[in-house]
């Protein structure tokens, strides 16, 4: 029998070595990231747009903002200038559709129906929300806070349709002369919307500075005082936020009005819908469109503008607290 020579077993040497030559091909890989990085800071920052303060990275972002966001609002202020005449549309520069907006009752109420019924849904989310964010933020058992955080930010991912389905489910189980009442929309708003209430103010809460509770505290403070003097007035921007977002969102959904007003109830959102797509003047349904996105714009800019002015205010405050 012919004697087959084995191969050479691998020892602690060999896989030392290959080990070492890994690590220089790392490292010299590293180093090169490094220097291409550089490279491409370097010559961005060279460019003109950089200089203006544009990053050229942006550009991907803004194209599709562009084509998503800026695009779809364009087309629906050119149709809110259209005049339908018998089978041909006539675009013209007038506010016929603006002026039949405002001069019927009808649209005014379902206008200021919606807002009112989407404040009223954001006052009980903020004072559902806040002992809820509290707990998180100040919970000593931070095992229990990520347990509360991640029950907050599960129903986020669930479809916004099936929420509501469910709800009006058990509506219909428990209270069924509730649907199609007020009652039943706000509690569908406050349902479908609560997380993006608690998480603003979660993080206003857990941005707060330990050392001035402390220091209230120490100064002789109680809780009620420190709470109110210290804690409440640092999260205010974050309520201001969690309002914001879910006033904009209640006022403009349509599912909720649908399957929780039962088709007793018509806000704002059932007049566009029957503009558009149930054979009526969709030019008036464009008008109604623009006028509730201009609404909305000046909520987002005044939310943002008390934001800014308490965010200002913090460091006065806290010199003055006692």
Not at 11 to 23: D, L, P
Not at 62 to 73: F, S, T, Y
Not at 83 to 95: A, C, D, H, M, R
Not at 171 to 183: D, H, K, M
Request: one cysteine or more.
């Amino acid at each position: 029998m012919e004697n087959k020579s084995k191969p050479p077993k691998k020892g602690k040497g060999w896989f030392k070595k290959q080990g070492s030559k890994v690590k220089s091909i790392s490292q010299h890989f590293a180093a090169w990231c490094r220097t291409k990085y550089l490279n491409i800071s370097y010559h961005a920052k060279q460019n003109k747009w950089f200089k203006r303060g544009f990053n050229p990275i942006l550009w991907p972002y803004l194209i599709i903002m562009i084509l998503l966001i800026v695009v779809p609002l364009l087309i629906i202020l050119l149709y809110s200038f259209i005049q339908p005449t018998g089978n041909s549309l006539v675009f013209e520069i007038n506010f016929k559709n603006f002026v039949t907006f405002f001069s019927e009752q009808k649209f005014v109420i379902a206008l200021f129906l919606a807002l009112g019924y989407s404040l009223i849904a954001a006052l009980i989310a903020i004072v559902i929300a806040y002992p809820v964010a509290y707990v998180m933020a100040f919970c000593k058992s931070k095992l229990l806070s990520k347990n509360i955080w991640i029950l907050v930010t599960l129903p986020i991912w669930i479809n916004m349709l099936l929420k509501i389905i469910g709800l009006q489910t058990l509506f219909n189980i428990i209270a069924p002369s509730l649907l199609g009442t007020p009652i039943s929309v706000v509690i569908g708003m406050v349902y479908a919307f609560l997380p993006f209430v608690i998480l603003p103010i979660y993080n206003s809460l857990d941005k707060i500075d330990t050392s001035l509770i402390e220091a209230s505290k120490d100064l002789g403070a109680n809780g009620f005082k420190t709470f109110w003097k210290v804690i409440f007035r640092q999260s205010i921007p974050g309520i201001i936020a969690g309002g914001t977002l879910l006033l904009v969102q209640a006022a403009t959904s349509l599912i909720i009005v649908k399957f929780m007003g039962n088709g007793r109830i018509n806000l704002i959102v059932d007049v566009i819908e029957a503009y558009f797509f149930k054979g009526e003047n969709f030019g008036i349904g464009a008008a109604i469109s623009v006028v509730l996105a201009l609404i909305v714009f000046l909520i987002i800019v005044l939310s943002n503008a008390l934001s800014k002015y308490f965010e200002t205010r913090k460091g006065r405050r806290n010199e003055k607290v006692f």
